[in-house]
């Protein structure tokens, strides 16, 4: 059974800071998704990695996957309060059919 | 465009009864699924439909059960509640090459 995990559960950081989420899972997947969720709300998409290697970015955001180490990171550039969320990946599960997710890290970017 | 909607937006019901929930995918996906987020903790997948057969199924018991219709829209129908079932609880459409879930906004269970 895939199992994702995520790393760390809760991060504060101030604004201009840098850093990493990362999103371990247990077995083969051709497909990770980056999801961010604000209180209250829903999912909202925000990367999907379709090989290995691939590295997309949007803003002061980048996802990479390494699918050799089924490792993907979430790298967040020169934090501004904004991006405060809770940021979940999920792997494709391709035998069930569907997504199994991390536990979701909360960001607090702090002025 | 339009994207993947949900109705209600939010529910209370008593323990024990019986509850329907509604989604209509987004334009283009032919592919429904279902998940259940409890607060503070990740989605989790219930099932999923694809040309109205349920093709995909999590570890939820058989009181929650669905339904798709020929345009693509579902039903998650849950029976005899629990407290454990309050949740938001969240639809997602795609296409058959998974290349991108939409989530719609959900719809906030409360079992009291």
């Known amino acids: 059974e895939l199992k994702v995990e995520q790393n760390p559960l809760f991060l504060s950081m101030q604004e201009g800071k840098n850093y990493t989420i990362y999103c371990n899972y247990s077995?083969?997947?051709?497909?990770l998704y980056w999801y961010r969720q604000d209180p209250g709300k829903s999912l909202e998409s925000l990367f999907v990695?379709?090989?290995?290697?691939a590295v997309k970015q949007e803003g002061r955001l980048m996802a990479s996957l390494d699918t050799k180490a089924r490792l993907s990171t979430l790298h967040i550039t020169a934090a501004v309060h904004d991006l405060s969320a809770t940021y979940f990946c999920a792997a494709l599960d391709t035998g069930r059919r569907a997504l199994t997710f991390g536990s979701g890290t909360r960001l607090q970017v702090q002025p | 465009e339009t994207g993947v909607t949900q109705s209600p937006t939010h529910l209370i019901k008593t323990r024990g009864q019986q509850v329907t929930l509604r989604c209509s995918s987004q334009?283009?996906?032919?592919?429904v699924s279902w998940y259940q987020q409890a607060l503070g903790q990740g989605p989790q997948f219930i099932f999923q439909y694809y040309r109205e057969e349920e093709n995909g199924r999590g570890n939820f018991p058989p009181r929650f059960s669905g339904l798709q219709f020929p345009n693509y829209s579902s039903e998650l129908n849950v029976n005899a509640l629990e407290l454990d079932d309050s949740a938001l609880y969240l639809c997602?459409?795609?296409?058959?090459?998974?290349?991108?879930?939409?989530f719609g906004s959900g719809t906030r269970l409360t079992v009291v």
């Open positions: 997602a459409s795609t296409d058959t090459g998974w290349a991108g879930y939409t």
């Open positions: 990695l379709l090989s290995n290697g």
């Open positions: 334009s283009g996906h032919n592919t």
């Open positions: 077995t083969t997947s051709d497909r």
